[in-house]
């Protein structure tokens, strides 16, 4: 083989292996392209993703104030509603008591004289006295005051 020919063949060689050279660093530069695009895409969707999570934490965290509230509003009311069953049962102890107190004094004043001889004699007479009878004294009965009533009585301005 001349020495021509084989300076030819080196010569293809060294061009051949220069554009596959180029070849491999178009591609790599467009590669690097490629994921810079694809580290931007993901860059922006990260954002859209966090801006996401904050609205729906912002919207948990109201909610979580707003059920605490109504909570703490039920407790409250709950809390009101047992006072006032409280006071209605001491109310309704206190009037037991004095009901107690004047069935015994009733028994004093008249022993043998019973609940249902008074709704008959009321039935009977329609609060008429008779003629012939003795008259007792009145018995004064304990009046239970409501305390939810503005004092005085009275009408009231603003």
């Given at each position: 083989?001349?020495?021509w020919?084989?300076?030819?063949?080196?010569?293809?060689?060294?061009?051949?292996?220069?554009?596959?050279a180029?070849v491999?660093?178009?591609?790599?530069?467009?590669?690097?392209?490629?994921k810079?695009?694809q580290?931007?895409?993901?860059?922006r969707?990260?954002?859209?993703?966090?801006?996401r999570a904050?609205?729906?934490q912002?919207?948990?965290d109201?909610q979580?104030?707003?059920?605490?509230?109504?909570r703490?509003?039920?407790e409250e009311?709950?809390?009101l509603a047992?006072?006032?069953a409280?006071?209605?049962?001491?109310?309704a102890n206190?009037?037991?008591s004095?009901?107690?107190?004047?069935?015994?004094?009733?028994?004093?004043?008249?022993p043998?004289?019973?609940?249902q001889?008074l709704a008959?004699?009321?039935?009977?007479?329609?609060?008429q006295?008779?003629?012939?009878?003795?008259?007792?004294?009145?018995?004064?009965q304990p009046?239970?005051?409501?305390?939810?009533t503005?004092?005085g009585?009275?009408a009231?301005?603003?």
């Open positions: 083989m001349p020495t020919a084989i300076v030819v063949i080196v010569i293809a060689a060294v061009l051949l292996l220069a554009a596959i180029v491999l660093a178009r591609r790599g530069t467009a590669a690097r392209a490629r810079a695009d580290a931007r895409e993901a860059l969707e990260a954002q859209v993703r966090q801006a904050d609205q729906e912002a919207l948990a109201e979580m104030a707003r059920t605490r509230r109504e703490a509003e039920a009311r709950l809390a047992e006072r006032e409280l006071e209605h049962a001491g109310r206190e009037d037991r004095a009901a107690q107190e004047l069935r015994a004094r009733a028994q004093k004043l008249a043998g004289l019973s609940e001889d008959d004699d009321h039935d009977d007479h329609d609060d006295p008779e003629p012939d009878a003795v008259q007792q004294p009145d018995v004064v009046v239970a005051h409501d305390d939810r503005p004092s009585g009275g009231t301005r603003a």
